[in-house]
C-alpha cells in the first residue's frame, strides 16, 4: 500500500498538470492513443526479455514522433489515428509471438497499482523529475500557443516544436501511468479532472491548480477503493473522472441559474 500510494500521488499530480494541457489543446485523441500504443512496446520489451517501462518510453515516444511527423502533412487526427493503429497492429503480433506475456496483459491494460514493487519506485519518480522539468520549461510558451495560437505565430513562438516537445511530455507520463492506471483508462486521468477544472474557473492559473487537485482525490480515492473492492483501479479512476467532471457542470448551471434568479 505504500508504494500504491507513492507511485499513485506523483502519477496524479503530473496527470493533472499534463492533462490541463491536453484538455486546453484539444489534445484528448492523442492523450489516449498515445498509452494505448505504449502498451504495444511493454509487449515487446516482454518478447525480448528487458524491463516493460523500458518499452512502455520508447513506444510512447514512437508514438508522439509519429503523432508530430505526420501532422505537418495530414491532419492531426488522421496522424494520430495512424499512429495508433500502427502501434496496435505491432502489440498483437507481439503477444501472438509469446504466451508468457498473457498474465501481465489484464494488468497493464485496466491498471494494478497494489501490484507496484518497490524497484519501480525510482524509475517512476525519475521519469516524473523529467516530465516536470520539461512542463516547467515549457509552461509560458505552451500556455500561450495554447491558448492563442495564430498569435503565438505572429509573435514568432514555434509552435510546431511547442507541439512535439509537449507530445513528449504525454509520452512519458502515460508511460508512467500504464503500469499503474491502465493503458485503456490512462487517458481517463488525464481528460476528467482537467475538465472539470476548466468548467469550474476561466482563470488558467486556478484551473491547472484545480485540476491537479481533482486528480489526486481522484487517484486517491481510486486507490482506497481498489483495495476494498480488489476491482482494477482503472475501473474506479475511469469513473471517478467522470463523475467529477459531471459534478462540475452540475455545479456551474446551478450557479448560473442562482446568477439569472438574482439578477431577475
Request: hydrophobic share 60%.
Amino acid at each position: 500500500m505504500t508504494n500504491a500510494w507513492i507511485s499513485g500521488t506523483i502519477i496524479a499530480l503530473l496527470a493533472g498538470a499534463v492533462g490541463f494541457f491536453v484538455v486546453l489543446r484539444g489534445s484528448a485523441f492523442a492523450a489516449h492513443a498515445i498509452p494505448n500504443g505504449a502498451f504495444a512496446g511493454a509487449a515487446g520489451a516482454n518478447l525480448v526479455g528487458i524491463n516493460p517501462l523500458f518499452g512502455l518510453v520508447v513506444f510512447a515516444l514512437g508514438a508522439a514522433f509519429g503523432i508530430s511527423s505526420m501532422s505537418r502533412r495530414t491532419r492531426s487526427d488522421v496522424a494520430t489515428a495512424l499512429a495508433l493503429v500502427m502501434m496496435l497492429a505491432l502489440g498483437a503480433a507481439f503477444l501472438a509471438t509469446s504466451s508468457a506475456y498473457e498474465p501481465a496483459v489484464n494488468a497493464l491494460l485496466f491498471g494494478e497499482i497494489l501490484g507496484v514493487s518497490s524497484s519501480e519506485i525510482l524509475p517512476v519518480v525519475v521519469l516524473a523529475v523529467v516530465c516536470a522539468l520539461g512542463l516547467t520549461l515549457l509552461y509560458r510558451p505552451l500556455l500561450f500557443s495554447s491558448i492563442a495560437s495564430e498569435l503565438a505565430v505572429a509573435k514568432g513562438v514555434n509552435v510546431r516544436l511547442i507541439d512535439t516537445l509537449f507530445l513528449v511530455v504525454v509520452a512519458l507520463s502515460s508511460a508512467l501511468a500504464v503500469p499503474v492506471v491502465g493503458a485503456l483508462l490512462t487517458f481517463s486521468l488525464m481528460i476528467g479532472p482537467p475538465a472539470a477544472a476548466r468548467i469550474v474557473t476561466s482563470s488558467a492559473h486556478r484551473a491547472l491548480a484545480l485540476s491537479v487537485v481533482f486528480s489526486l482525490l481522484t487517484l486517491w480515492a481510486a486507490v482506497a477503493s481498489s483495495y476494498w473492492t480488489d476491482l482494477p483501479i482503472g475501473f474506479f479512476v475511469g469513473t471517478m473522472s467522470a463523475a467529477i467532471y459531471l459534478a462540475a457542470r452540475a455545479w456551474m448551471r446551478l450557479d448560473s441559474r442562482r446568477s439569472r434568479r438574482a439578477l431577475a
